[in-house]
T-cell receptor, first 111, second 116 residues
Framework: QKEVEQNSGPLSVPEGAIASLNCTYSDRGSQSFFWYRQYSGKSPELIMSIYSNGDKEDGRFTAQLNKASQYVSLLIRDSQPSDSATYLCAVNWQAGTALIFGKGTTLSVSS | GAVVSQHPSWVICKSGTSVKIECRSLDFQATTMFWYRQFPKQSLMLMATSNEGSKATYEQGVEKDKFLINHASLTLSTLTVTSAHPEDSSFYIC????????????FGNGTRLTVT
């Protein structure tokens, strides 16, 4: 059974702080990793993709992947109230197949 | 970027009736589409993989006779919830990717189904 684990939170940070979200996955052969943001009542939107070990930065977002530890993280710098949402970690274990999602971490950014 | 359109956005139906949800890839061809379901405060659960021109592949525990999937063209997949019951009330979301590899999925806006 392929699993993706996330701390459900809520994670509360003040505006301007760094939010750190973590995810672990069970299948060592997984190939690609994604972070989606989901606002209440809406469908997920892609914010980061990462395919190889190391860091990938895009604006205020940095994704980190450590395949040896089967660990993916997302850092959000200068957090804004508009970042308040549920963040879903998703893993693709085989090309062409569906993504497996974690349960999501709810982030709350207070102004 | 890839655009996936889903219709309707919300639907209310009576118990025992059927509801059809459409999922279209607007600017690309999708040989495979994925249907997810999300209950309140839970994550996305894969229901089935829709393959153009062939039968869908259903996940364990998903009744194929209840959730009919048709993928008749490279840009359209439909999910029909037959004989809907209140426990089928959920958020149904379709998705597709631009290639057959490991690129991200692009999601439709979802359909909120309420069965009364």
């Amino acid at each position: 059974q392929k699993e993706v684990e996330q701390n459900s939170g809520p994670l509360s940070v003040p505006e301007g702080a760094i939010a750190s979200l973590n995810c672990t996955y069970s299948d060592r052969g997984s190939q690609s990793f994604f972070w989606y943001r989901q606002y209440s009542g809406k469908s997920p939107e892609l914010i980061m993709s990462i395919y190889s070990n190391g860091d990938k930065e895009d604006g205020r977002f940095t994704a980190q992947l450590n395949k040896a530890s089967q660990y993916v993280s997302l850092l959000i710098r200068d957090s804004q109230p508009s970042d308040s949402a549920t963040y879903l970690c998703a893993v693709n274990w085989q090309a062409g197949t569906a993504l497996i999602f974690g349960k999501g971490t709810t982030l709350s950014v207070s102004s | 970027g890839a655009v996936v359109s889903q219709h309707p956005s919300w639907v209310i139906c009576k118990s025992g009736t059927s509801v059809k949800i459409e999922c279209r890839s607007l600017d690309f061809q999708a040989t495979t589409m994925f249907w997810y379901r999300q209950f309140p405060k839970q994550s996305l659960m894969l229901m089935a993989t829709s393959n153009e021109g062939s039968k869908a592949t259903y996940e364990q525990g998903v009744e194929k006779d209840k959730f009919l999937i048709n993928h008749a063209s490279l840009t359209l997949s439909t999910l029909t919830v037959t004989s809907a019951h209140p426990e089928d009330s959920s958020f149904y979301i379709c998705s597709a990717r631009l290639d057959r590899g490991s690129s991200p999925l692009h999601f439709g806006n979802g359909t909120r189904l309420t069965v009364t």
